[in-house]
T-cell receptor, first 111, second 115 residues
Framework: DGGITQSPKYLFRKEGQNVTLSCEQNLNHDAMYWYRQDPGQGLRLIYYSQIVNDFQKGDIAEGYSVSREKKESFPLTVTSAQKNPTAFYLC??????????FGQGTRLTVV | GESVGLHLPTLSVQEGDNSIINCAYSNSASDYFIWYKQESGKGPQFIIDIRSNMDKRQGQRVTVLLNKTVKHLSLQIAATQPGDSAVYFCAETSNSGGSNYKLTFGKGTLLTVNP
């Protein structure tokens, strides 16, 4: 099946811990994105990548880090510097000048 | 309809009615717009898109209208069904900085369809 896969679906983090969210796509898309969604809110852009080994900060990059070592993969690390990490995280990918396709999301909770 | 800066707006319609969801954007350089549907606990799904050289585009039961003069986008859903109940987002990209990969979303509108 072609698509974009996020894992895990649910993730629990202790305060002060770093956690990494996985995002993999087999659509051969150049661009990949990470968004954060809080309850009743829209999608806010954390980071995006247009090409392998390159990425740009979005609107709320503080406390997050990413890598893009392979075209298919764009993992997001939520670091201990992110003071309010509990949220729904969405990964997406797209070709230039086309719509983005989303994964099913990872719900991160701080315990 | 939707307006940047406000908490999630809501729209309630009767089954069979037509729905109109609105979106305002501020970046005059935006040249590609997309509507998404998001059901509870799931990722957004692509509905329809429109480029800035068009002012109307139709899909199955959906129509997107673009008014570049007032920077306004709307999504019309014909004969709304209970399965259309969801949050609807508009998204935009622009060519600023020599790249149009950045994809920015509006706040969203919650559509509720009453049977």
């Amino acid at each position: 099946d072609g698509g974009i896969t996020q894992s895990p679906k649910y993730l629990f983090r202790k305060e002060g811990q770093n956690v990494t969210l996985s995002c993999e796509q087999n659509l051969n898309h150049d661009a990949m994105y990470w968004y954060r969604q809080d309850p009743g809110q829209g999608l806010r852009l954390i980071y995006y990548s247009q090409i392998v080994n390159d990425f740009q900060k979005g609107d709320i990059a503080e406390g997050y880090s990413v890598s893009r070592e392979k075209k298919e993969s764009f993992p997001l690390t939520v670091t201990s510097a992110q003071k309010n990490p509990t949220a729904f995280y969405l990964c997406a990918s797209r070709h230039r000048r086309s719509g983005a396709f989303f994964g099913q999301g990872t719900r991160l909770t701080v315990v | 309809g939707e307006s940047v800066g406000l908490h999630l707006p809501t729209l309630s319609v009767q089954e069979g009615d037509n729905s109109i969801i609105n979106c305002a954007y501020s970046n005059s350089a935006s040249d590609y717009f997309i509507w998404y549907k998001q059901e509870s606990g799931k990722g957004p799904q692509f509905i329809i898109d429109i480029r800035s050289n068009m002012d109307k585009r139709q899909g199955q039961r959906v129509t997107v209208l673009l008014n570049k003069t007032v920077k306004h986008l709307s999504l019309q859903i014909a004969a709304t069904q209970p399965g259309d109940s969801a949050v609807y987002f508009c998204a935009e990209t622009s060519n600023s900085g020599g790249s149009n990969y950045k994809l920015t979303f509006g706040k969203g509108t919650l559509l509720t369809v009453n049977p």
